[in-house]
Nanobody, 123 residues
Framework: QVQLVESGGGLVQAGGSLRLSCVAS????????MGWYRQASGKQRELVAT???????NYADSVKGRFTISRDNAKNTVYLRMNSLKPEDTAVYYC?????????????????WGQGTQVTVSS
């Protein structure tokens, strides 16, 4: 079984910064893409940023230039540095990982989600 645990959320004023962390643990043979998604109250979950095992990144237009995703493969950890935060960034942020959970007799990958961490940006 694989678990993702997020941390780093909280309350911050507009213009401030936060760094989210997400650690994957359990039976892990490797992790492909990792990412951050968010869900604001009354809205659908949306992609914030993703990063491949090789370090290629992808961002939602709304966060480009303000957020930076990174990962430490040795620690099975993904980070999201959020600068110049806006009230519209307020949401529950979820970590996602595509994990290799078996390699014999064949490779099996599964998607996992964290429990979410609240980010609130006050105006």
């Amino acid at each position: 079984q694989v678990q993702l645990v997020e941390s780093g959320g909280g309350l911050v004023q507009a213009g401030g910064s936060l760094r989210l962390s997400c650690v994957a643990s359990g039976t892990i043979f490797g992790i492909n893409a990792m990412g951050w998604y968010r869900q604001a109250s009354g809205k659908q979950r949306e992609l914030v940023a993703t990063i491949t095992s090789g370090g290629s990144t992808n961002y939602a237009d709304s966060v480009k230039g303000r957020f930076t995703i990174s990962r430490d493969n040795a620690k099975n950890t993904v980070y999201l540095r959020m600068n110049s935060l806006k009230p519209e960034d307020t949401a529950v942020y979820y970590c996602n990982a595509n994990v290799v959970i078996r390699i014999i007799p064949n490779i099996r990958l599964d998607d996992y989600w964290g429990q979410g961490t609240q980010v609130t940006v006050s105006s």
